[in-house]
């Protein structure tokens, strides 16, 4: 079926090091894909999009790629801080689908001092 | 930085009751969503609304739901009679266009027992 997923629950990860979070996504019409952080009693947090027409993008110790030939985004988190953890979310807008998101499952990072 | 706040925090109701469930969008911006995520559950779309009319609505928002956008704003989100699972985390949400870089609020955590 068309559906965002997440490959892992939870990612524990060591302070300073990077973390990668993955997402399958099965729509290939989707044409515009969004990354979100939610921290704890909170509402998700943007982070970083990117379009199907490019295959990355950086922020501020962000990065995200998207593969198109196998439908896979991650995230990858440069330096990681114990600010980082929550519950990270893809979602994808599917092309002519107006202007709702269709979010994955979710990942928990969670940094280790 | 502005935001969009969401009131009350926490909703607890008797099955069949009215809720209403309130938001402040960012003030600029143009394009009003509700979204929910029932406990460990994906975050799923409801509605989206702009130009004073809805634009879009899944499968959940039955008659049961409606939105409004009383003033220049206010926007709600009101279930007419609660069932128990309605129980979940609502999430209003704005843009200035489309979906991207969605803004959400910190969410009405409703409580239907």
């Known amino acids: 079926g068309e559906s965002v997923g997440l490959h892992l629950p939870t990612l524990s990860v060591q302070e300073g090091d990077n973390s990668i979070i993955n997402c399958a996504y099965s729509n290939s019409a989707s044409d515009y894909f969004i990354w979100y952080k939610q921290e704890s009693g909170k509402g998700p947090q943007f982070i970083i999009d990117i379009r199907s027409n490019m295959d990355k993008r950086q922020g501020q110790r962000v990065t995200v790629l998207l593969n198109k030939t196998v439908k896979h985004l991650s995230l990858q988190i440069a330096a990681t801080q114990p600010g980082d953890s929550a519950v990270y979310f893809c979602a994808e807008k599917k092309r002519a689908a107006g202007n709702k998101l269709t979010f994955g499952g979710g990942t928990r990072v969670l940094v280790k001092p | 930085e502005p935001e969009v706040t969401q009131t009350p925090s926490h909703q607890v109701t008797q099955m069949g009751q009215e809720v209403i469930l309130r938001c402040v969008p960012i003030s600029n911006h143009l394009y009003f969503y509700w979204y929910r995520q029932i406990l460990g559950q994906k975050v799923e779309f409801l509605v989206s609304f702009y130009n004073n009319e809805i634009s879009e609505k899944s499968e959940i928002f039955d008659d049961q739901f409606s939105v409004e956008r009383p003033d220049g704003s206010n926007f709600t989100l009101k279930i007419r009679s609660t069932k128990l699972e309605d129980s979940a985390m609502y999430f209003c949400?704005?843009?200035?266009?489309?979906?991207?870089?969605?803004?959400f609020g910190s969410g009405t955590q409703l409580s239907v027992l």
């Open positions: 949400a704005s843009t200035r266009g489309g979906v991207e870089k969605l803004f």
